[in-house]
Nanobody, 119 residues
Framework: QVQLVESGGGLVQAGGSLGLSCAAS????????MGWFRQAPGKEREFVAL????????NYADSVKGRFTISRDNAKNSVYLQMNSLTPEDTGVYYC????????????WGQGTQVTVSS
């Protein structure tokens, strides 16, 4: 059974930082694009960042450019998201994704981890 398990969410004050981790199991994603989405309360799920299997292609949503950094460790079958200079607008459930089909279509999704940024 393939699983993506996120960790590292929590409550942080505006201007603070959090690091999210996503550990995959059940199959290797070392040759797959992986990424992160988020969903704020009352809003649609939105793309945050993606990274190709060797890291040669990295994309960020405009809203997080310069503040978030995506990385991966293929030996650990994991992807990470370092989030700095957080604002209340970054509050939401963050989802790890793997195996991209289209910009918004991915084969695998994690259950999500809550990130709350207080003002």
């Amino acid at each position: 059974q393939v699983q993506l398990v996120e960790s590292g969410g929590g409550l942080v004050q505006a201007g603070g930082s959090l690091g999210l981790s996503c550990a995959a199991s059940g199959r290797t994603f070392s040759r797959s694009t992986m990424g992160w989405f988020r969903q704020a309360p009352g809003k649609e799920r939105e793309f945050v960042a993606l990274i190709s299997w060797r890291g040669g292609r990295i994309n960020y949503a405009d809203s997080v450019k310069g503040r978030f950094t995506i990385s991966r460790d293929n030996a650990k079958n994991s992807v990470y998201l370092q989030m700095n200079s957080l604002t209340p607008e970054d509050t939401g459930v963050y989802y790890c994704v793997a195996e991209q089909r289209t910009w918004y279509t991915w084969d695998y999704w994690g259950q999500g981890t809550q990130v709350t940024v207080s003002s």
